[in-house]
């Protein structure tokens, strides 16, 4: 049974470009999780996805981040016109239908120049 | 909002001794407590967790407790192995419309096992 997949591993980009992170989660889970990892800190929630629907997206910044996770394909997690405070890890995370037991992806590295 | 502190930073040990990391949390109606494991370059891994309806949970060398009057719980490791040396979190979240999914995590402790 495969695990939470994660692409890029790592994504570089220049200031002002957009970055598309992807996550696939583990074969039976519906319910997909974003956290964020500054460097030193411990991982920030960000936005909690059911297909189709965005549960709860109060960790996400106002401007520039969306996320969705539709019905067919990866969770997306985008970021526009991204700045060098975007530079993070970015970790997914699934559950099954009883979403307290979550299992993380290997996280995308995103470095903004 | 919940908030989760960690100690110590960093913790070195010889194979063999014990080793116990300790959080606290701020918010008494938080109910899950899980324990993370983050090698170098890898996705944090579910070690352990506890729900506030028990006070000690143990699987092999790992156990948690937790105090709830506190608001404290402690992952110990005994007989410490040179693979254990890794990055641990701790983690709290309270039950939000009916399930516990918002993780609120602690700054992490660099595990150092020396051989």
């Known amino acids: 049974n495969a695990g939470v997949m994660q692409n890029p591993r790592h994504l570089v980009r220049r200031r002002g470009q957009e970055a598309r992170l992807r996550c696939s989660p583990m074969?039976?889970?519906?319910?997909v999780y974003w956290y964020r990892q500054l460097p030193e800190e411990g991982l920030k929630f960000m936005v909690y996805?059911?297909?189709?629907?965005?549960?709860?997206e109060s960790g996400m910044p106002k401007e520039r981040f969306s996320a969705e996770f539709p019905k067919e394909g990866p969770s997306i997690l985008r970021i526009q016109q991204v700045v060098r405070g975007d530079s993070a890890a970015y970790f997914c995370?699934?559950?099954?239908?009883?979403?307290?037991?979550?299992?993380f992806g290997p996280g995308t590295r995103l470095t903004v120049l | 909002g919940e908030n989760v502190e960690q100690h110590p930073s960093t913790l070195s040990v010889q194979e063999g001794d014990s080793a116990v990391i300790k959080c606290t949390y701020s918010?008494?109606?938080?109910?899950?407590f899980p324990w993370y494991k983050q090698e170098l370059g890898k996705g944090p891994q579910l070690i352990i967790d506890?729900?506030?309806?028990?006070g000690e949970k143990k699987d092999q060398r790992i156990a948690v407790t937790l105090n709830k009057t506190a608001k404290h719980f402690s992952l110990h490791i005994t007989e410490t192995q040179p693979e254990d040396s890794a990055v641990y979190f701790c983690a709290a979240s309270l039950k939000s419309g009916g399930s516990n999914y918002k993780l609120t995590f602690g700054k992490g402790t660099l595990l150092t096992v020396n051989p």
């Open positions: 506890i729900r506030s309806n028990v």
């Open positions: 995370a699934s559950s099954p239908g009883q979403p307290d037991t979550q299992y």
């Open positions: 074969k039976g889970h519906s319910h």
């Open positions: 996805l059911q297909k189709e629907n965005i549960i709860d």
């Open positions: 918010d008494s109606a938080s109910n899950y």
